[in-house]
């Protein structure tokens, strides 16, 4: 970090509602909204939540080392400056110090995919220069900026998610860190509790393609049906696409058991060494691979960046499980299309016994008992042999197909109810909404 108190007042100075001269020109150590994590010269940026005000903490930021504090109220310390608004003071912060340290920045959206995709990207450009990425799921507009502002003053990449749960929030992401590179994975239905319709989250993701006043490279997927929608709306920009299946500047070209070969518009036929070939996962490598080579990142990087690839935790992790079964995490999120998309990668393994853990989708709406019963009879049309099912709908939901469906209350008693039947020939693939936490029964029925 390479920023001053002073250059701060100058970011900030037309929100600025006080009169006090803040006389300290202090080298800033780290931005924080969490007073306990505020150490020496660091600035606590004080916001209001849905369950606690910031304000409220002021002075317990002040006595843990806080140079600055920036809220929009005021307050009698002479280190505590009153702004319009604290969080759009945080975003002006973080625009000023992505264009002080000049880097090229990627921004991700899609309904899914997105934090892989950036985790992907970000493990190829790193092989050839410093990266900074997205801090754990800093999606948001708090989050984005603070990602942003842990970058050290030599990055010369940001690999950025962006997240959005209404209509404005990428418009306002994109004007924050003004990205070079931008892709849109794909658009489906979540978070239609705050969205209200499908068409909603359409218009929100779209705002990545909007003239902004300068020229994007925007990468888009060929063979998703929206393309041709997407293709126009970007078409004040650069355009470059992926697909599995069409001619496109970076496409799959061949796949064969642990390898993946691509054609690439810079550099030609690449073979990658790969187990993640699920489809999904072909369109995440292809974007990534996209993303990077934009960037500059060359062949020897993509290589070294997939090959060295981890997923996070909860995204179809294949796990050794209890009496040598195979537990297949996917416990970080679920949305409709993203638990189709891991029934398909569960049934495309070995010929196994398939088993599946559905917990509740969240933030779905009036149409989430219609979205969780087209999950399960598209389970039921690939032939899981057994479901297990924790859901505020089950009761209603399980008489819908025809497969026979184990109810529970409780992950206890799902997991007393499973572990004793788990044998070496079987894989049980868990997936719910964060907020369900099902990856303490991954916990509990690994080996």
Not at 17 to 41: A, G, H, M, P, Y
Not at 293 to 313: C, H, M, R, V, W
Not at 380 to 401: G, N, Q
Request: net charge neutral; charged share 25%; proline share 2%.
């Amino acid at each position: 970090m390479s920023i001053t108190v002073l250059e701060i007042l100058s970011v900030i100075k037309d929100d600025i509602q006080d009169n006090k001269e803040i006389l300290t020109d202090k080298k800033i150590n780290s931005f924080k909204i969490d007073s306990r994590e505020v150490k020496e010269n660091d600035v606590f940026i004080a916001l209001l939540g849905s369950n606690v005000d910031g304000y409220d903490y002021i002075d317990d930021a002040l006595q843990n080392g806080a140079c600055l504090v920036i809220t929009n109220r005021s307050h009698k310390s002479p280190l505590v400056l009153s702004v319009r608004d604290s969080l759009k003071s945080l975003g002006l912060i973080a625009n000023y110090y992505i264009k002080k340290i000049n880097s090229i920045s990627i921004g991700i959206t899609g309904t899914n995919g997105k934090s892989t995709v950036t985790a992907m990207t970000a493990s190829i450009t790193q092989h050839w220069c410093n990266t900074a990425k997205t801090l754990g799921n800093y999606n948001n507009q708090i989050g984005l900026p603070l990602s942003v502002l842990t970058a050290d003053i030599n990055t010369e990449i940001f690999v950025l998610e962006m997240g959005a749960s209404k209509i404005g929030d990428i418009r306002e992401l994109t004007t924050i860190v003004e990205p070079k590179i931008v892709a849109l994975l794909n658009v489906s239905s979540a978070h239609i509790d705050t969205f209200g319709n499908l068409e909603n989250i359409y218009k929100a993701k779209e705002e990545l393609l909007e003239d902004q006043g300068y020229e994007k490279t925007v990468i888009l997927n060929k063979d998703d049906e929206n393309f041709p929608k997407w293709e126009k709306k970007a078409s004040r920009h650069h355009v470059i696409t992926i697909s599995k299946r069409q001619e496109s500047d970076y496409r799959l070209v061949g796949q064969s058991l642990g390898k993946l070969i691509i054609k690439t518009k810079k550099f030609g036929i690449i073979n990658i060494n790969t187990n993640s070939q699920e489809d999904y996962m072909v369109s995440n490598l292809l974007f990534s691979i996209a993303c990077a080579a934009e960037s500059g990142a060359d062949a020897q990087s993509i290589k070294k960046g997939i090959e060295n690839f981890t997923l996070p935790k909860g995204r179809f992790s294949v796990l050794n499980g209890h009496n040598n079964s195979k537990i297949i995490d996917s416990s970080y999120n679920a949305n409709p299309e993203s638990f189709k998309a891991a029934i398909d990668s569960l049934v495309a393994r070995e010929s196994r016994e398939k088993w599946l853990i559905m917990g509740q989708m969240g933030e779905l709406g009036k149409a989430s008992e219609e979205h969780h019963i087209a999950v399960l009879r598209y389970a039921e049309s690939k032939k899981i042999d057994r479901i297990f099912l924790i859901s505020d709908h089950a009761e209603k939901i399980k008489k819908t197909v025809k497969i026979e469906i184990n109810v529970f209350k409780s992950k206890e008693d799902l997991i007393k109810y499973i572990l004793p039947m788990l044998k070496s020939n079987i894989d049980v693939l868990i997936k719910a909404s964060r907020y369900m936490k099902f990856e303490s029964i991954v916990q509990s029925l690994r080996e």
